[in-house]
């Protein structure tokens, strides 16, 4: 009988936890095709805009239109080759961007200092825009990849700098108490408390700075460059290829929302722990 009656419980523990896990995947789908109703009725509308006229072909082609020269491009094998190149840019300004940003984060965030030190002067330079430097960055490094990645690079640090600083000063001062009377060591302090602490706020400048690394990509593709989807988009505008222009630029567009939404799957899993507000 007891057998039977633990049998009895297992079964229905498992009936509850595949009842839960169709619940969530259809609760994931059901987000997946909310997403796409705005972006589906937007082409729609576009689409039908075109069809009959209401915008200009030249100045708005209409989404098959753009399908068509992606499919061109995608053939011609042009379009690859662009994409590879812009992807090892952004991908190697980022590191070195984002890395040194959350290095230096760390180190000015625990070191009061050092804050005291260098905090005033890259905070000048945060606000100097991309424009403003290309001048130097062609005159220091030349029209080579050297000056491209270092662009990118400026872009993604300053997110990442700034966010992982706010997320070690924004540590709850009454969770050191806490540490303090379960005599954690310094080290033990950082690894367990400080520094899942921030997390969010270094998750968030990892977003941030990632959403950088391809503004700064377009910034750099634009001087001088011969390859890569800013060299696309800048050449078919020459040549008043419009649909090309509008290639390039959803590429951009769903690139970034692929890096986006791969930081925000990592933040899920490694955020488990919160209870925010969802809405």
Do not use: C
């Not at 007891?2 to 079964?11: D, I, S, T, Y």
């Not at 499919?71 to 300004?93: C, F, P, Q, V, Y």
């Not at 590429?251 to 507000?277: P, T």
């Amino acid at each position: 009988m007891e057998n039977r009656g633990a049998l009895a419980l297992e079964k229905v523990k498992t009936e509850r936890k595949t009842k839960i896990n169709k619940l969530k995947e259809s609760s994931h789908i059901s987000k997946i095709v909310k997403g796409f109703i705005f972006p589906i009725f937007l082409l729609v509308v576009w689409e039908l805009a075109g069809m009959y006229g209401l915008v200009s072909p030249i100045l708005l082609p209409r989404p098959s239109t753009i399908f068509v020269s992606f499919i061109d491009l995608l053939l011609t094998g042009n379009l690859l080759g662009h994409l590879e190149i812009s992807l090892w840019r952004a991908l190697g300004g980022f590191l070195i961007g984002g890395g040194l940003g959350l290095l230096l984060g760390l180190f000015v965030g625990f070191n009061k200092n050092t804050e005291q030190t260098l905090d005033p002067t890259l905070q000048m330079i945060r606000t100097i825009p991309h424009l403003a430097v290309i001048p130097l960055f062609i005159l220091w490094f030349g029209f080579g990849e050297t000056s491209k990645i270092l662009l990118i690079a400026k872009g993604a640090f300053f997110p990442l700098y700034v966010n992982t600083f706010l997320g070690i000063r924004g540590v709850d001062s009454k969770l050191y108490a806490v540490a303090k009377v379960l005599q954690f060591s310094k080290w033990k302090q950082i690894t367990h408390l400080i520094l899942p602490a921030a997390l969010p706020n270094i998750l968030l400048g990892i977003r941030l700075s990632l959403g950088a690394a391809w503004l700064g990509l377009v910034a750099a593709e634009l001087m001088g460059s011969s390859e890569g989807i800013g060299y696309l988009i800048m050449d078919a505008r020459q040549f008043s290829q419009t649909s090309i222009v509008f290639v390039g630029i959803i590429i951009f567009a769903v690139f970034g929302k692929f890096s986006d939404s791969l930081v925000r799957y990592f933040e899920r899993k490694l955020l488990k722990w919160q209870d925010n507000f969802q809405g």
